[in-house]
């Protein structure tokens, strides 16, 4: 079966370039979650959609970072400006409802900003 | 202090043995928590969830201690497959905000 995909696998930008990483999640799944996951580290969460609905968006390092899901199933994370420091593995999770029950990763974007 | 802390390690074991994990959480408030594990280059997968009574899946067992807030993973009889990362997940907050700890590597040695 389909599994959460994310495009592109690999993204290489220059310093001051904009961005936009693509999420399918798992279809039917109401939760999406966005995290970046630096080398060596854990992943960190950056936002979480249920449906629609953006409904935490703390985790956005900066104001250069938004999210969208606008019909409750593709997400896009974009990146305005990119910065060396914004050089990260972006993974997207999507779980059937709520934060308690498993979530599903892609495979991730690595972007290297160069 | 981070919310969710784990040793990175790295474990090196030899095949069969035993070795337990440990996670700290410092939000009394979390209610859920996971073991995921993730290899190399790869995403992370749910290995299982933790419950308060204890749970156990074949050679992996989940512990949870809600009054010293940690939880723990033991793996029996190590494999070589079993070489990976293993994250700890704690969600709290009202809608459950998930909090992932850096990852506790180990090294499965022949």
């Known amino acids: 079966g389909a599994g959460v995909s994310q495009s592109p696998r690999y993204k290489v930008a220059k310093r001051g370039q904009d961005v936009a990483l693509r999420c399918d999640p798992i279809s039917g799944h109401v939760s999406l979650f966005w995290y970046q996951q630096a080398l060596g580290q854990g992943p960190e969460f950056l936002t979480y959609f249920q449906n629609e609905a953006q409904l935490d968006k703390s985790g956005l390092p900066s104001d250069r970072f938004f999210a969208e899901r606008p019909e409750g199933s593709v997400s896009t994370l974009k990146i305005q400006r990119t910065q060396q420091e914004d050089s990260a593995v972006y993974l997207c999770?999507?779980?059937?409802?709520?934060?308690?029950?498993?979530?599903?990763f892609g495979p991730g974007t690595r972007l290297t900003v160069l | 202090r981070k919310e969710v802390e784990q040793d990175p390690g790295p474990f090196n074991v030899p095949e069969g043995a035993t070795v337990a994990f440990n996670c700290t959480y410092s939000?009394?408030?979390?209610?859920?928590f996971f073991w995921y594990r993730q290899d190399c280059r790869k995403e992370p997968k749910l290995l299982m969830s933790?419950?308060?009574s204890g749970n156990e899946d074949g050679r992996f067992t989940a512990q949870l201690n809600r009054a010293s807030q940690y939880i723990s993973l033991l793996i029996r009889d190590s494999k070589l497959s079993d070489s990976a990362t293993y994250l700890c997940?704690?969600?709290?907050?009202?809608?459950?905000?998930?909090?992932f700890g850096i990852g506790t590597k180990l090294q499965v040695i022949p």
């Open positions: 999770a999507s779980s059937w409802e709520g934060t308690t029950n498993e979530q599903f």
């Open positions: 939000n009394s408030a979390s209610q859920s």
């Open positions: 997940v704690a969600t709290s907050g009202g809608y459950q905000k998930v909090t």
């Open positions: 933790v419950y308060s």
